[in-house]
């Protein structure tokens, strides 16, 4: 079955450290996202890719970067990690090309910053 | 820019009763979807329902269904005869149309619902 997985699920790191989060899609959407929850804010937009080589700043994108060199994966960089950006990240696939507007989310990635 | 408020952070019921969550959000788009996605302890981002706003008719899905109020921007969740297995966190969710809304979804911040025994 198709789906979308993230890796690792577990990440403690330490301040300046640079950290990349692993996103990975078997449904060949071309849309990719990286979405951070906190509490009290629900999910906010990092990063978004239309497609190979497109990336694009979300309402929350300081400190972050993605790259997209494939159809399949959109990985999220922190360069310097910092306490801050404590918080559970998701990624999220959709296609709208081929009918799918819905956007499906991976299991998620706990990320603790010390 | 859009925004969605959920305005109930916590609900507690019965279960078998009926609950709803209430949703509401400000755009000056015109099409547009809206979401319900659940979110249970594992974290995992579920997708309850959703809804067109080009379409009258309420979305529905089992035990699940809407009331979309589009003039009054207005995007309730009902779940009737509640499961325990119900209990989790909601989120609603706002997303444009035009571009296929690949610039993202605009969330609220949730309403935990728990259901009681």
């Known amino acids: 079955d198709a789906e979308i997985t993230q890796s690792p699920r577990h990440k403690i790191t330490e301040t300046g450290r640079q950290v990349t989060l692993a996103c990975h899609q078997t449904?060949?959407?071309?849309?990719m996202f990286w979405y951070r929850q906190d509490l009290g804010h629900g999910l906010r937009l990092i990063h978004y890719?239309?497609?190979?080589?497109?990336?694009n700043k979300g309402e929350v994108s300081d400190g972050y970067s993605v790259s997209r060199s494939n159809t399949e994966d959109l990985p999220l960089t922190l360069e310097s990690a910092a306490s801050s950006q404590t918080s559970v990240y998701f990624c999220?696939?959709?296609?709208?090309?081929?009918?799918?507007?819905?956007?499906?989310f991976g299991p998620g990635t706990r990320l603790t910053v010390l | 820019a859009q925004t969605v408020t959920q305005s109930q952070p916590e609900m507690s019921v019965q279960e078998a009763e009926t609950v709803t969550l209430s949703c509401t959000y400000d755009t000056s788009e015109n099409n547009y979807y809206l979401f319900w996605y659940k979110q249970p302890p594992s974290r995992q981002m579920i997708l309850v329902i959703r809804q067109e706003a080009y379409k009258q008719q309420n979305a529905t899905e089992n035990r699940f269904s809407v009331n979309f109020q589009k003039a009054a921007k207005s995007f309730s969740l009902k779940i009737s005869d509640s499961q325990l297995g119900d209990t989790a966190m909601y989120f609603c969710a706002f997303m444009k149309h035009e571009g296929g809304g690949a610039d993202g979804l605009t969330f609220g911040k949730g309403t935990h619902l728990i259901i009681q025994p």
């Open positions: 999220a696939s959709s296609d709208p090309l081929v009918g799918e507007d819905t956007q499906y």
């Open positions: 890719s239309y497609g190979v080589q497109d990336t």
């Open positions: 449904w060949n959407h071309n849309n």
